[in-house]
């Protein structure tokens, strides 16, 4: 009995180390989705610390900080589902060259103006919706 629960606890415990080490392509998303995710989210943290009292700022972004591996960590599962790790290695190669970083840098700007693109067309779009109604 005392061999069995010995066997079983090894094997238990292997398990659960296996468990806590991250495959490359793991880690590779992870460092992916921060390099493209920390500068977009950029705008945004402006945006929130600006409801912050001015003394409260700091401790308010230390926190925030805190938040972002368990984001990234769900963004890489959804970037793990559509690229192979291969195209993940490849966009991280392309990050690493000087229009890559300028991009990461720049996302959070372009999603901005993407969107104030998108509402303007979308009120076009609902002008022309209303001809044919």
């Given amino acids: 009995m005392k061999k069995v629960f010995i066997i079983f606890m090894t094997i238990l415990f292997s398990l659960s ?3 806590q080490i991250k495959s490359d392509f793991e880690n590779d998303t992870y460092k992916l989705v921060e390099i493209v995710s920390k ?3 950029a705008p945004v943290i402006d945006q929130f610390s600006g409801m912050v009292a001015v003394d409260k700022k700091e401790e308010f972004l230390k926190e925030l900080d805190k938040t972002f591996p368990e984001l990234f960590e769900s963004m ?5 589902d559509e690229f192979t790790h291969q195209e993940i290695k490849d966009l991280l190669d392309f990050y690493a060259t000087p229009t890559g970083e300028k991009m990461a840098t720049i996302s959070g700007t372009l999603a901005q103006k993407g969107m ?4 303007s067309w979308g009120m076009k779009v609902q002008g022309i919706i209303s001809k044919f109604q």
Wanted: hydrophobic residues 60%; glycine residues 6%; aromatic residues 14%.
């Fill in 17 to 19: 180390i296996k468990a």
């Fill in 39 to 41: 500068p977009a989210f």
């Fill in 76 to 80: 890489a599962k959804i970037y793990m």
């Fill in 116 to 119: 104030m693109a998108g509402q």
